[in-house]
């Protein structure tokens, strides 16, 4: 295993506030699992953890925080507001519903999952939150252009970060330029696209890597923290989340970063948020957790 990773870069919020580049992604990872995961990365290195209300493993998040022997505030925490606890005041209880499960007193970054039903209402209560001190950074995700515009044009705190789908193959380069407008930043779920369109046997990442003696997911994770954005990969295995961790120890030449860029089909490999069905899909998906 190449480096330590202490090159890795400390993202600079709107507010002032400072994450970590590179940090730990929980979806799709069991309540049980999820304190095992948690501790593996953090013993790692990893000092980021990404979760959400919907994932149903907060608690096992910060059982794992707790039992690090790390101090709170060097852990940065994120989660995300679900559908169903939408609008002003159950989006209030479910953040401190979420500071239980997470056994913490703040939030280090509380984002809305998705761009539908009373999200104004939900952002109001980010607000608040934040103004209070349980929050201390605040944003959105899966926002694209339209309504991000939307919200960022119309509220007292600007969304400091956007989580949306980005990945060699989905780049979001124009959602980009738009959230740059208005002070925020890109955060990538999916970085790896899970694998999807061949990403890890992909001809061109798999060149690059053997020219830096590294996978295809280093050169794809890498790809993204050249050009600025947060990256979350997600992985159960150890030595993958070491691989996915340690990626600051070897630099992308403009030739090779030109390559990857004519990878970006511009289209979702998951959710396309502009399609009516979607959408659809998203009412039938809000009363879940
Ligand atoms: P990802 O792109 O991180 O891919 C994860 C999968 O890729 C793993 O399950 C594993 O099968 C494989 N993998 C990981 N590292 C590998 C390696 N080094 N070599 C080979 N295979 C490897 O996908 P993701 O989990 O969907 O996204 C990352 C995180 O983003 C999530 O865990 C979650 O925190 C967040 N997320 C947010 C949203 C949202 O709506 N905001 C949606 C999806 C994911």
Not at 8 to 31: A, C
Request: overall charge negative; hydrophobic content about 40%.
């Amino acid at each position: 295993m190449k480096g330590n990773n202490t090159n890795m870069k400390q993202i600079t919020l709107s507010n002032g506030v400072e994450m970590p580049q590179i940090g730990y992604g929980v979806y799709q990872v069991s309540p049980d699992e999820a304190e095992r995961c948690v501790s593996d990365a953090l013993s790692v290195g990893y000092r980021m953890v990404d979760t959400a209300q919907a994932y149903a493993n907060e608690e096992g998040v910060g059982n794992a925080v707790r039992k690090s022997g790390l101090k709170r505030e060097e852990v940065f925490l994120v989660s995300k507001i679900w559908l169903s606890n939408y609008g002003y005041e159950k989006a209030l209880a479910s953040i401190d519903e979420s500071l239980r499960q997470l056994k913490t007193d703040y939030i280090d970054l509380m984002l809305l999952h998705q761009p539908f039903c009373d999200y104004y209402g939900a952002y109001r209560a980010l607000e608040d939150a934040y103004r209070e001190g349980k929050l201390r950074a605040i944003g959105v995700s899966n926002f694209q252009p339209n309504h991000f515009i939307d919200l960022a044009s119309n509220v007292d705190i600007r969304p400091m970060v956007n989580q949306v789908e980005t990945h060699v193959f989905c780049q979001q380069r124009k959602a980009a330029e738009y959230m740059d407008e208005f002070g925020c930043r890109v955060m990538s779920w999916g970085p790896l696209a899970e694998g999807r369109n061949g990403l890890f046997t992909n001809p061109v990442l798999v060149e690059i890597g053997k020219a830096h003696s590294v996978s295809a997911a280093a050169v794809a994770l890498r790809y993204l923290t050249q050009r600025g954005v947060i990256i979350i990969p997600k992985s159960t295995h150890r030595e993958r989340m070491e691989e996915n961790f340690r990626i600051c120890d070897f630099t992308l030449t403009d030739a090779e970063m030109e390559r990857i860029l004519a990878l970006d089909t511009q289209h979702s490999l998951f959710f396309d948020h502009n399609d009516p069905e979607v959408t659809k899909m998203f009412m039938g998906w809000r009363g879940l957790v």
